[in-house]
């Protein structure tokens, strides 16, 4: 593997315009082998970072083409490199690169897992969602076929709901302008398809609570308004009808309002 250059902090280790794969290995080995707090360990620590910056870079790349810019998954990829460097012991017995790699993919998995979902679901159904993708690949190969809802299931050892409830859960991976068309010419969009507020419950509530509101008006009360209401009388006609002056039915109509409207008040609150 070739590297990029290190800049060196001292001028006497200022090295040439590329280094090996074995001098990139030599740094973090001296690094590594120097005990914590010695002077020269800060140093190897940067030129270890800076000569094994072209493995973030490689994995970084790996993981592009998924809806994240390549620069910041490189960011990502570097803030593993650090920490595969910082946690490193020669006494393990592994090389550098066999420990830097898992460490830095980790960490760009879970970039993906935590800052990329449109919108926050709990981390089970996160990883939910990557066992059933992985099943899916494995059954679809083997069995010839996609795999059903409960072939998912049996092969991750689950239930079906569970199954469901992840593929639920992807769908807040990536989220949907609601502009984006929905059909062949364009002409409406996703948008238009989402219902809103609909008048009619409010509706629907007031006539529920219209029944005993009007059980407490007097009977003759309830009928001056039915007569007027669903009757759709004037108060002259309701006079004549009720047998009384125009100027009563007017008092009598506007207290059995007031009466109606302290009722749905005490309803609605």
């Known amino acids: 593997m070739t590297v990029i250059a290190v800049p060196a902090h001292d001028a006497d280790t200022r090295t040439d315009a590329s280094a090996s794969t074995d001098s990139a290995s ?35 790349n790996r993981y592009s083409g998924r809806g994240e810019p390549t620069d910041d998954l490189y960011q990502v990829a570097v803030v593993g490199l650090i920490k595969a460097v910082d946690r490193f012991e020669l006494d393990r017995g592994v090389e550098f690169a066999g420990f830097a790699i898992p460490t830095i993919v ?37 069995l ?45 969009e996703l948008g238009d398809t989402i219902g809103g507020m609909d008048d009619g419950f409010e509706l629907t509530e007031l006539r529920v609570a219209l029944g005993p509101a009007l059980a407490m008006l007097s009977e003759r ?3 001056i308004v039915s007569l007027r209401f669903y009757g759709n009388m004037t108060q002259s006609q309701i006079a004549e009808q009720v047998g009384i002056s125009q100027m009563h039915v007017s008092r009598l109509l506007t207290k059995a309002l007031a009466k109606l409207r302290d009722q749905l008040d005490g309803f609605a609150a």
């Open 26 to 60: 030599e740094f973090i080995t001296a690094m590594a082998s120097l005990p914590a707090g010695h002077p020269s360990r800060p140093a190897l620590r940067d030129r270890a970072i800076e000569a094994w910056l072209p493995l973030a870079r490689h994995l970084a």
């Open 144 to 188: 010839g076929r996609s795999p059903t809802v409960t072939d998912i299931a049996e092969h991750l050892g689950i239930t079906e709901e569970e199954v469901v409830e992840g593929l639920e859960g992807a769908r807040a991976y990536t989220a949907a302008s609601l502009s984006t068309p929905v059909n062949a010419d364009g002409s409406t």
């Open 106 to 142: 980790g960490e760009l998995k879970r970039h993906f897992r935590d800052r990329t979902w449109s919108i926050r679901v709990p981390r089970r159904l996160q990883e939910l969602r990557l066992a059933i993708t992985g099943a899916n690949s494995t059954l679809s190969h083997t």
């Open 221 to 223: 009360e309830q009928r």
